[in-house]
């Protein structure tokens, strides 16, 4: 790995990288993060780790994760709206209309886990398209399948569990934030990021 190479991935999964400027860096980024393993990746990362500041938002909770990396890249480039907002969101992925707080609902669930992973910028509550976004609208499947897993490193949370060890009391000890009955629900949602990470990580 080179040097340029490291530092664009650590500005990348430091979240010092600015991404909703120069088209072409969102195409460098995921071009340097396909050249790797995610075991590479992941031992940069944890070198000289600055250990991230986790509030409640930054904990991904998703209904169904393809959603995340799929859906919203897609229809933020696609759907004509400049600013998606979280019931138009909710709105697009569904199949079937549901009731407008429910699709809200679901639309900023799925947004946020797609901005935690840098595949959408959410301001003011909408969601625009950035660099990674249409960078990664571009890769074929074998390369989005790729990505995956070093896309869901790039939510701090996963990066702190981790720093700290990867095992069962890792993960409570950056849940514990939450509500026990919070907790319930979004355990499930990290577990499934953890897994496609793990999945990556022991295959290579």
Do not use: W
Request: with cysteine; hydrophobic share 35%; proline share 3%.
């Amino acid at each position: 790995m080179k040097e340029d190479e490291k530092i664009l991935i650590r500005a990348f999964y430091s979240q010092s990288l600015d991404l909703d400027s120069n088209v072409n860096k969102g195409e460098l980024v995921l071009h340097t993060l396909l050249k790797f393993s995610c075991n590479s990746i992941l031992n940069l990362i944890l070198e000289n780790f600055n250990y991230f500041s986790i509030e409640k938002k930054d904990i991904p909770q998703f209904s169904d994760i393809n959603d995340c990396f799929d859906k919203v890249p897609f229809l933020l480039e696609n759907c004509g709206i400049d600013g998606v907002d979280y019931r138009q969101m909710g709105y697009l992925l569904r199949t079937e209309p549901r009731k407008e707080g429910a699709d809200k609902k679901y639309g900023e669930n799925h947004m946020k886990t797609a901005a935690l992973m840098g595949l959408c910028s959410i301001k003011k509550r909408k969601a625009y398209i950035n660099t990674i976004t249409t960078a990664f609208n571009k890769l074929s499947n074998e390369e989005r399948k790729d990505i995956r897993p070093k896309l869901a490193l790039h939510i701090p949370f996963i990066q702190n569990y981790y720093f700290d060890g990867a095992s069962q009391e890792a993960l409570m000890k950056n849940l514990s934030i939450l509500s026990e009955s919070t907790i319930i629900r979004r355990k499930p949602n990290c577990v499934t990021l953890i897994e496609i990470i793990d999945k990556s990580l022991f295959s290579s």
